[in-house]
């Protein structure tokens, strides 16, 4: 099964900026890639999914316009672009692979998944 490391988490300012990494074992070509995120307290959830289709993405509402999700299967990676960072963002983040799912489907439960990483702190603070 492929393997995940998630890698880029650390502590930014609010408004500042933070790239995830996700580095797989093997080809992402068959796998939608999604990020998810669990705080002290809270049930794990959807942050942004994409398809082995480029264009077909899926975003939570609450980073809608401040985070993008990519790949590049040349390097096994997934990333999660996150701009403008707000107080409530905090948490550690996750990423996962679903052989045959849809990113709306994906992103909006945290089952079912083929492959999780193991996390990454990401913590906004002055």
């Known amino acids: 099964q492929v393997q995940l490391v998630e890698s880029g988490g650390g502590l930014v300012q609010p408004g500042g900026s933070l790239r995830l990494s996700c580095v797989a074992s093997?080809?992402?070509?068959?796998?939608?890639i999604g990020w998810f995120r669990q705080a002290p307290g809270k049930e794990r959830e959807g942050v942004s999914c994409?398809?082995?289709?480029?264009?077909?993405?899926y975003y939570a509402d609450s980073v809608k316009g401040r985070f993008t999700i990519s790949k590049d299967n040349a390097r096994n990676t997934a990333y999660l672009r996150m701009n403008s960072l707000k107080p409530e963002d905090p948490a550690v983040y996750y990423c996962?692979?679903?052989?045959?799912?849809?990113?709306?489907?994906?992103?909006?439960?945290?089952?079912?998944?083929?492959?999780w990483g193991k996390g990454t702190q990401v913590t906004v603070s002055s």
């Open positions: 093997d080809s992402l070509d068959g796998y939608h």
């Open positions: 996962a692979g679903e052989m045959k799912t849809a990113v709306q489907a994906m992103c909006t439960k945290a089952t079912h998944k083929d492959s």
């Open positions: 994409i398809s082995p289709l480029p264009g077909n993405v």
